[in-house]
Each structure stands twice: as C-alpha cells, then as structure tokens.
C-alpha cells in the first residue's frame, strides 16, 4: 500500500487504529503473533563444519587427498603427510574469510532503535522496539533512531537523516501531507520516516505501517541474503589452470608409467614413480603461495590506509573496468559549507575546507577583508546568530553538533572572526520563533549592547523575497522594487545553476522585542544569499583522471538531484562531454537489458534506490565489466555484495556495508582507490610471475623422467627429491616473487579482460620452452655422471637434482619481468635474492649433511661436477634470453602509430 499517498484519518482508517488512544495491549498483543517480532531475519545459515568441508569441494584439491591416500597407502607418508598440511592451512584460511561475512546481518539488526515511545492504552509507555506492531502510534524527537516504518501524522519542525538509506547529505524535513504519485522514491516520501534512520531536529508522532522484513530495511535486509557473490577472476583463472594441469598431469603420468613397465622397470617403483610426478605436475604449494602474496599485499594496503577483507579481492580490483561511486562522503565530504555569497548585486567565493574555519574571500579573484564589507559582514553575522548549530574542535578536527545547514553558516561567519562566542557578549537572543514547514523561516529576537532590538531571519529565498519590502543594495537601504526582485531571481537561479542550496538573511529593527510573532516576519531588509554545498574531496579529481589513465571509467550514482550531481560529476571530471545523465524515475521504468544499451555512455545516476544500484551493477557485468562498488550507507550494502568488488566507507560507513564489502577505506577517500588498483594490478602480475616460475619448473621434473624413460635409462629423481623441490625449491623463492614492486607503467595499461586467462601474452610459451630447457639439461647432467659411473646411480640422481634445483634458481630473476633477464636489477627485491641463498643452502644442506642423505636419497658432489652442474643450469635462462635480444624488433607502420596516438 503506498501509505505515503493517504492522508490522515485515511491511515488510521486502513491502519485500523486510533490516533488520540493508541491501541489496547490485547490487540498489539495479538498483532505481535501474527505479524511477529520487529526485527530482521536472517537467512538460514551452515553450520561450521560444513562450510569447512566446502573449502575441500575444488577439484585441484581431491586430486591432491586422493594422491595422498595412495602415498600413504603405498607407505610414503612423508609425501601423504606435507600435501595434507598445505590443503587443511588452505581450507582454514577459506573458512575465516567466509565466517567474517556472514556478520553482514548482525551488523544491520543493530541499527534498529532499542526502544520506542508507543500509545498504548491511552498512555505513552516506552517498549522494546521488537515489540512494535503495524497500527502502534509512536512519538520521536531529535537524537531519536526511527524503529520501524511510519506513516507521520504530526510534524514540528522535524527533520530526519536518511543517507543512510538515500545517499542525501542533507536532513529532510517531513511534514503530514499526503504525497501525490505512483511508485515515489524513499527521498521523496516527505511524510515518512523509515527503520534506522535519526531525528536530527524538531519532533514528530506517526503510525507504524511496517516492521521486521516488511521496512524498507528489511527489504535491503533480503536483498543482501539473497545477492548472488560471483567468483573473482582469480578464482576462475586457477580453476582453469587446475583443470589444464590436472588432465595433462594424468596424460603424462600414465605415459611414464606405462614406458616404464613395458621397459621392464618394477611396476611397484613405477606406480610410486607416477604418484610423485602427479604431484609434482600438480603445483600444491601453488594455491598456498596464491594466499600469502595476497596476505602480504593486504598488509602493504593497510599501511595505506585500506583493509582487505576478501583476499581474492586485492587481485580484482587490480582488473576493474569500472568504479561506481557514491557521491556523498565517498567524492564529497560529507560536510556542507558556505562557498557563495550574494549582496547587493556582488558575488564573493568563499573557500575552505569542511567545518574549519580557516578560509579566505574573494571578490572577482581579489582577495578582501569580510569585516570591511557592510553586506557581507551583517550577512555571516546574522547567519550566524540566527542558528543553533554549535562548532567544536576535538583531537584537531572541527566537529559540528546540530543541523550541516546551519554549521555550514556558523563555519562561513568563523572564517570571517565571527565566532558564536564573540556575538554572544554583543548581543543577546530574547526570542526564537522556531522554523517550520508552512512558514519555510526560523527568526530570532535580539537586542545589542545599546538596547536595540532587531528580528533576524533566515529561510527559504523566494519566501523572504516575498515579505522583504526593501533591500541592502550598495551598502544602502533601498525599497524593494521589481527590478531588485528582478536581480535577486537571477542570483537565486545562478547559484542554483552550480548546485548550490541558497538561504537567504533579512532583518529588520524592533520598537518592540515583545512583537507578535504573526507580525514579526513582514516589511524585511533582505539583506542577501549565502550559496552551499557538500563540496568535493580535493583529492578526488587527481584520482579520477588516473584511473581514467589506467582505462577505469568513474560512475557516479547517489541519492541527491539531478542538478547537484551532475554539479559535483563536471567538478570532478567524472561527467565528459556528451556523457548521459539518468534519474531513478528513468531508470526504475528499465528493464536490465534496455539499461544496457546506454549503460556504456552514462556517468551519473541520480535519485537512485538500493534497487537501482543493483540494476546498474547488473548491467555493467553483463557488459563484460569488473565492477567495483563503493559506498556507505545500508542502502549500498546490496550492490557492494552483488558487484565484482566492494568498497565500503571506514568512517563514514555503515557496519553493513563494512561487512558486506570486500575492502575497506580506512580515511574514507576515494584516492585510496587508486592506491589499492595499483597494489592489485601489481599482486596479480606478481602472481603470473610465481605461476611462470613454478609452471616451467614442474614442467622440468615431469619432463626429465618422460625423457628418462624414452631413453630406458634409470629414474633421474626419486620422489622425495621431487616433493623436496616443489615444496623448498619452488616455495621460497615463489613467495619472494610476490613482494615484487610495481613496474613503472602499471597505472599505463588498460584492465586486463575478465575473460583472459593465466597462460596469455605469452606465459604458456615461456613455461613450456623454459620447462623443456630445464628437463634437458637435468636429464644431461644426470647422464654424464651415471656414464661415469653407472654402479653409482644415487651420486648421478644427486647430480640430476642439483642441475635441477640451480637451473630452477637461475630462471626466477627471469620470472621478475616479461621482457628480460636484463630488464629489471637482479637486487631490486633483496627478499628474492634472499629467497634464493636459502635455497641454496637448504639444498647443500640435503647433499652433505649426514643426517639427511639417507632420507633424501643423496651422496656429497665432488668439485668438479658443480662446474658442469652450474654450466647446464645456466642454459635454460641465458640460451632463450639471448635469441630475444639479437631478434630484431619489428618495424611499426606510421599508420599504427598515428592510431595509437589517437587512442
């Protein structure tokens, strides 16, 4: 029903109640029963263990437990024993992730207001809100929280807080009257005040119409359980991988085995044989090493004053095509402030920051002094006292206690040495005739220090245009003529025109302090305008255009007019020239594949609802783009959810959409962003790297046992010599990888597709050729010494695992770039080169540590076979590296380039 459409004794009729006794305590008791408890539901949630178990559901990973049954039923458990370590550490950490988010719906029920004022019985009793029912009359007053929806009946100067479910930064006033339309956006149900959101000032009685999962709230509530969370691309690039690696791994796996067999080796040792290469095809450590380069790259984004919930979605964000952005607190401030003043036909810019009053004026560029200025001096003075707003400072910032209005006129008069404060001991407020709707003013009765009285008063601009009967012009009182109602016009349309909110100031002096209050507010002086708005975060435009320079488009959507937003979007260059602009009433009417059509060409939505946001997130990734959803409010929370990757305010924020998000910005700045793409773009290229690395090293071990049994010669490795490599050789130096800093031009490139996969620009290439190279050359050490002594097989596998082992070490500063060996200083990542004495170390360790030479199957190297194990390592990298570099480069048409330039 749209209650907003009723009027007042329609809504006690249809709501079945009375508005002067309020319902018995029988009937709410029944109501209670068959509506049930004012409070959100939560969907139905898995127990622990079995989101537990169903981090174990990849198929990568049965592969991988069913490996290790065999290895322990084969009596390998030392194999059976590090896969099962490094699949459970995995499953822990997929575990904490998902039990964070699943706080979304305990965040949310705690905005509901704990208790209620409520009518019952005739008496005004407080209850807990739970207990509320449709058909209870409740009061409100300012500092209130809203416990359900409702129908408002009696309004005194009541004004509410709904950002959090519109986006407007600007308290609404909400008055009785019915609302004329069909289907009228939440910010435009002026007699309705909805679950969770604050009386900022005046107080209100209305009759609840919704409770629980039937608010507005609850409606977000059920969106947000029900919003679909789509793998990240990362995600779907290792299950891609997985599968590739799987299926060749088992091809060649059986190859071996069976070559083997039919060349007489035992069928036991062949099988066990098989089992290793099937892990070692398999990168196991690989989904590990995936984890802690996110871990660490979330710990570099912290420094930076953002904190990653979901690890996936570093990686994401690295790839997104479009942010969409909520204006208010997120691009703006979420501070109003006084940047225009008008008087007498003269324009002064005001400037500043937020509540601080700190700030300078300005007229045609020229800097002047507000206290020698008549106009603009009784202005911010009269502003100032025609207020209730008070500005403190607290731990260094200005913090506003009451209406953004009337603080931003507070903070205008402070930059001009006007403080509340100093007024006070000049002059003394008699009187307050408050504001309300009908009268559209609010006046104050002063007297200064010679006894004067005077009423000062400040409203609405056409209204105090329409009772002003003269006017300050040329610091002169003049009688108020057309041609001036004429000038005012065009300065209220002209301020209007940049999205500014104008309040205009009169006064008049007082015979009488004690004056009738339906005849103060006539035969003013107006006196002039001052212009507002939340303004833009400073940084914001900067950050913009770099991520129009790495290939993101910037979507503004919020919950404020047309006009303020495509004010801010043109501010911030986030509106082009010939980019569309759509209105929730235009979007409300689309159907998602229509939305598409234009979706590509608008940057800015305006009066939007949390339906719309999805709509819009909806149609994006039907587009084929990575979505990433910033914003704050409870009503941003379903699209943060539904999008590619969500961005949640840290100040500003609401818990909802802290919790439903994948990162959070600390500072609330939309710079951070940029920040953040990069770190992502950087983790992902990181991730490639370390991918490259561990690929064409496996592809080496797989390789060099096919060769071997080609040639029916003795296995070259044993499997812990295989499982040592993967988890110590590979493992270090991989991770290293991971701490790579980003390459000059990575905020150059456009995002990468979501459809590209993790072997494109070339990697499978680089994997296979390398990882040939490194099977050729381990197979050729291992020849030459078993050919030297062919009674000595161990001494010839500990060769082959040396040349192994170092030719893995030489290729990782090859991984460090996409070009060359050359192309990045090989001390660049200390961390790396760290990584790789390690390594060397642990593997002399292996090779002449007593101990261990049993367990790993190795015997000491003499002097002269580490010449020839260090000559064969260095084939892999040096050989490939040089036939890129004496490759001539391609000549490029004048054509392409001319192309290029354009782009």
Known sequence: ??????????????????????????????RLKHFGANELQEGKRSSALVKFLAQFKDFMVLVLLGATVISALLGEMVDAVAIVAIVILNGILGFLQEHRAEKSMDALKELAAPQATVLRDNKWVKVASKQLVPGDIIKFTSGDRIGADVRIIEASSLYIEESALTGESVPVQKRIDAVNGVDVGIGDQTNMAFMGTMVTRGSGIGTVIGTGMNTAMGQIADMLQNAEENETPLQRRLEQMGKILIVVSLLLTALVVLIGVYQGHDVYHMFLAGVSLAVAAIPEGLPAIVTVALSLGVQRMIKKKSIVRKLPAVETLGCASVICSDKTGTMTQNKMMVTHLWSGGKTWHVTGQGYSPSGEFTEDERKINPSAVKSVQQLLMFGCLCNNANISKRKKEYVLDGDPTEGALVA??????????????????????????????M????????????????????VLLGVSSSILWGEKQQSMTTLYQDEIQRAIHHLGSQALRTIAIAYKPLRNELINERDAETDLMFIGLQGMIDPPRPEVKQAVQECRDAGIRTVMITGDHKITAMAIAKQLTVLPEGGKVVEGTELAAMSVEELEDIVEDTYVFARVSPEHKLKIVKALQ???????????GVNDAPAIKASDIG???GIAGTDVAKEASSLVLLDDNFATIKAAIKEGRNIYENIRKFIRYLLASNVGEILVMLFAMILALPLPLVPIQILWVNLVTDGLPAMALGLDKPEDDVMKRKPRSPKEGVF???LGWKVLSRGFLIGIVTLLAFIVAYNQNPNELKYAQTVAFATLVLSQLILVFDCRSERSIYHRNPFGNMYLVGAVFISLLLMLVVIYYPPLQPI??????????????????????????????????????KLKIVNQSKI
Do not use: C
């Open 622 to 632: 039907n587009k084929g783009h990575i979505v990433a959803m910033t914003g704050d």
């Open 412 to 441: 205008a008069a402070m930059k001009a040495g006007l403080t509340r404060e100093a007024l006070a001991g000049q002059f003394q407020i008699i009187k307050e005739i408050p504001f309300d709707s009908t009268r559209k003013m």
């Open 647 to 649: 961005i949640a305010m």
């Open 1 to 30: 029903m749209n209650w907003y459409g009723l009027r007042v004794h329609e809504v006690e009729e249809k709501a079945r109640t009375n508005v002067k006794t309020g319902l018995t305590g029988q009937e709410a008791n029944v």
């Open 760 to 762: 494109s620009r070339g």
């Open 443 to 462: 006046s104050v009765v002063i007297r200064d220090k010679q006894g004067k009285a005077f009423l000062v008063t400040k409203g609405a601009p056409d």
């Open 856 to 893: 790993f199957d190795t015997l000491p190297i003499k002097g002269r076979d580490w010449l020839l194990i260090g000559g064969l390592s260095s084939i892999p990298t040096f050989l490939l590296v040089g036939a890129v570099l004496t490759k001539k480069p391609k000549k490029q048409s």
